[in-house]
């Protein structure tokens, strides 16, 4: 029988001759993991801000359907209890909806302030390594061409 050969260190010396600077990725991972950080603090916040929102609105409606709920001499008062209602939950609905409004503006320019800095950041680090790999290719042209 043959024996297979052990393609182990070959493929070591292979890689090894292929030297790769993974600061590049770590840093990037870095960054990418910082702005999800912050993104999940915006997003956070908005939906801790819009369960108080959606809390209170329903503690609202509650407390105004206790008079609907009471008996009433007179036909004529269901009926005027009912237009209460419905006056008291317009009225709330629209506090709410504008509250919600207030929260969904401050998520958007949070949002769009995180993604101008990460695009600045990301424009900073794109003219680092671009300086980088020019200084690595200028010193290996330079080595290349004294030999």
């Not at 590049?24 to 108080?52: D, G, I, N, R």
């Not at 008291?88 to 207030?102: G, H, Q, R």
Request: net charge negative; no cysteine.
């Amino acid at each position: 029988m043959t024996k297979q050969a052990d393609f182990t260190k070959y493929m070591t010396d292979m890689m090894g001759s292929f030297p790769v600077d993974t600061s590049a990725m770590t840093e990037a991972f870095k960054t990418q993991a910082a702005f999800a950080e912050k993104m999940s603090k915006v997003a956070l916040a908005a939906a801790e801000q819009s369960a108080e929102v959606s809390h209170k609105w329903t503690r609202e409606t509650l407390s105004k359907m206790a008079p609907v709920a009471t008996v009433k001499g007179e036909p004529a008062d269901y009926a005027k209890s009912m237009t209460d209602f419905a006056s008291a939950s317009a009225e709330v609905a629209a506090e709410n909806m504008a509250a919600f409004a207030e929260i969904a503006k401050k998520v958007q320019m949070e949002t769009v302030e995180l993604m101008m800095a990460a695009g600045k950041e990301v424009q900073e680090d794109a003219t680092a390594a671009v300086k980088k790999a020019t200084a690595e290719v200028t010193t290996a042209t330079k080595k290349a061409t004294s030999k």
